[in-house]
């Protein structure tokens, strides 16, 4: 069976030959003489895949040329400023209420995409993906659909961490509020028994010299000062 992560590279080679520069649709004689067109080869190679597609239109044959569509939502030329986390994103999408169609038919698109080389023009690989796609019984609208929901549950996700991390930072920072009154009163605390026990031990030494004097009358010695804690 071949492998469908490869798949794209080979549609692309049945769709398209070089030829001075120049892609092209290229025609193969079938066995009654015909012309066979680049969508029945794609069903072919399907059926190798194992899949049974569904016939595909002849618009699918030569799309017309369109503009990739721009997800808005993050800054031009903005990155993450952390590493990626490891997050297991099928399960949140499952959490958003996406069955396992619907991330099935993103990842089949991934899939093709990846694919095909890099320097393939847009319009050529619109047109072989969505051949493909439909070949395999993949609706387009479905596919953006699902992509959409995809795109919606990320950002709900990354909603919900920054609400969730946000009242995490609050509590922690009231905390640390509270417990840095509580060092400033416990240091007074510390202040006034410092002081306090300087007074009463200032205290309990006079009121010692005023007793001696009565022990030094009756000639009776004065009894040791106690070992100091």
């Known amino acids: 069976m071949p492998d469908e992560k490869g798949l794209g590279s080979k549609i692309l080679g049945v769709f398209f030959e070089t030829n001075e520069g120049k892609p092209e649709a290229p025609e193969t004689g079938d066995e009654s003489g015909g012309a066979q067109s680049a969508a029945d080869i794609v069903a072919e ?6 899949k049974a597609p569904k016939s595909v239109p002849l618009a699918a044959q030569a799309m017309p040329a369109a503009r990739p569509m721009v997800v808005t939502g993050a800054p031009s030329g903005s ?9 297991d994103f099928d399960a949140v ?12 038919r993103v ?8 694919g095909l080389p890099e320097a393939t023009p847009y319009e050529v690989k619109k047109q072989i993906v969505e051949a493909s796609l439909k070949a395999f019984g993949f609706e387009i609208s479905k596919i953006a659909l699902a992509a959409q929901n995809q795109v919606k549950a990320l ?3 990354v909603k919900v961490n920054e609400q969730q991390t946000a009242k995490a930072i609050t509590d922690a920072t009231n905390k640390i509020g509270q417990l840095e009154e509580q060092i400033i009163n416990l240091r007074v605390d510390i202040d006034k028994r410092t002081q306090n026990l300087a007074g009463v031990a200032s205290a309990a030494e006079v009121r010692r010299s005023q007793v001696g004097k009565v022990l030094e009358f009756f000639n009776v010695p004065t009894p040791p000062a106690a070992p100091k804690a």
């Open 45 to 50: 190679l399907a059926q190798q895949s194992g």
């Open 79 to 87: 990155g993450p400023s952390a590493p990626p986390a490891n997050v």
């Open 93 to 104: 999408f499952k959490n958003a209420g996406m069955d396992a169609g619907e991330l099935d």
């Open 107 to 114: 990842r089949k698109a991934e899939d093709l995409l990846k």
């Open 155 to 157: 950002e709900t996700f």
